[in-house]
């Protein structure tokens, strides 16, 4: 009986590893995504700036 308590809760521990991991990588991603998309946008807005103006 201790033994099957432990290996469930060993099994929680990684589960919840798990699931922080995946977490994490969202947050990696997604900030990731952000910054490529700000930089985007932010050329984007300097080259209508630019043609605007010549």
């Excluded at 699931?19 to 998309?37: E, H, R, T």
């Amino acid at each position: 009986m201790l033994s099957k308590n432990s290996h469930l809760l060993h099994n929680h521990f990684y589960s919840l590893i798990f699931i922080n991991f995946i977490f994490l990588m969202d947050f990696v991603l997604l900030s990731l995504s952000l910054f490529f998309f700000r930089r985007k946008v932010i050329d984007f807005y300097r080259g209508t700036f630019l043609s605007g103006q010549s």
